[in-house]
């Protein structure tokens, strides 16, 4: 017999001491295995019984155990909501200074194209009030990333937990 028959007349005996209903990988099986087939029966039986045997647990149990599981499940669940608002406001920052970089040079080219056909002062006034426009486009778009951030994981936890 090969390690896979093995494992798989494993899985078979362990579905069947679980009861319910075999996946149609075990039924497979179990059509297919003489010695599974013969054991079948009986460990349905034991399974049975074993349940039968095993107590439901009190439902103050299960209360004082989720009483005293919640304070670390909110612990974990307050990590787990500020992991993708730091990766996504790290994902933000990171191209921020090639972009810093590129607009000053953009600007300082802007300028000097201005200052060809214009007076130095109102082509500094102009590349000035540009220069404000995106730095005010740049902070508008990076206070939205830890917004939309929050907001997604937000979907995502509710999705996960309903
Ligand atoms: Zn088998």
Do not use: F
């Amino acid at each position: 017999m090969t390690h896979d028959a093995d494992r798989a007349c494993t899985a078979l005996r362990l579905a069947t001491l679980r009861g319910g209903v075999l996946d149609a990988r075990a039924t497979e099986h179990l059509a297919g295995c003489r010695r599974c087939a013969h054991e079948h029966e009986g460990l349905h039986a034991l399974g049975g019984r074993l349940r039968m045997l095993a107590p439901e647990p009190p439902t103050s149990l299960m209360r004082r155990t989720l009483d005293t599981a919640a304070p670390a499940l909110a612990i974990n669940a307050g990590h787990v909501a500020w992991r993708p608002l730091v990766r996504a406001i790290g994902a933000a920052l990171l191209p921020l200074p090639a972009i810093v970089i590129t607009s000053a040079y953009a600007l300082r080219a802007l300028y000097g194209l201005l200052a060809t056909v214009l007076p130095e002062t109102l082509s500094l006034y102009l590349v000035l009030n540009y220069a404000g426009l995106l730095a005010l486009c740049a902070a508008l778009t990076y206070g939205a990333v830890p917004l939309l951030a929050a907001r997604q994981a937000r979907l995502t936890h509710e999705v996960a937990h309903g």
